[in-house]
């Protein structure tokens, strides 16, 4: 079976591939942009043609002969309907299938939030759980401020210290969950925390695993 993830930052490949050795039959394919990234900072929103260069990626995947496609990219999560009308191939946004995962077993959690644009995408994600999930689904925000920064600088142990403390935080929560697949490489951290701690990449690359049996 092979998935074709795409990515719009480098340090979300490592994460789908340490999930993926899950999976034994799955071969990844990466396909990256990272000026998808770039512009959905500088322009606070994703433009039309920053979703332009998402789908040429999905076209390019197409091209390849893959099974499925993974948006590991969470900026991406509320145009998942209108992506899917590009291909014909299974898609599944990597957060979108974590919180859904998340709704499902808890009422309140608190999630971690590393990179500022996908403050928006991940309360987008939670109203979507709350109506086709779980209505009195409650999620706290917690902004791992300059974890993302550390990470692409080779500072590992700082991103997850970052990601970490800003999970301590939460108060009263039954679970947490990281949102963003480069936050997998703070889970050691997480070994002994009060509360289940949920990640996108297993969850979703499971899902997406399941979607393509049913085709």
Partial sequence: MKIAVMNAT??????VDQAAKEFPDLEIFHFMDEGMSWLGKKEGRISGNNLSRMVSLIHSAEELGVDGILLSCTIFSPFI???KMCTDL???????????????????????VSFAPTLKSVAWVVERCKKLVRPDFDVEIGYAEGALEAAAAGNEEEH?????????????????????????????????FSVPVLTSPSVSL????????KK
């Fill in 10 to 15: 480098k340090v979300s490949i490592a994460p």
């Fill in 81 to 83: 309907d209108q992506l």
């Fill in 90 to 112: 299974p898609l599944v946004a990597a957060d979108i299938g974590v919180f859904e995962k998340a709704a499902q077993l808890y009422q309140k959690i608190g999630t971690v």
């Fill in 206 to 213: 499971g899902l997406l695993i399941e979607e393509i049996k």
């Fill in 160 to 192: 997850n210290r970052i990601v970490y403390e800003t999970a301590a935080k939460f108060k009263g929560k039954e679970a947490v969950v990281l949102s963003q697949m480069s936050q997998i490489r703070a889970l050691p951290l997480f070994k002994n």
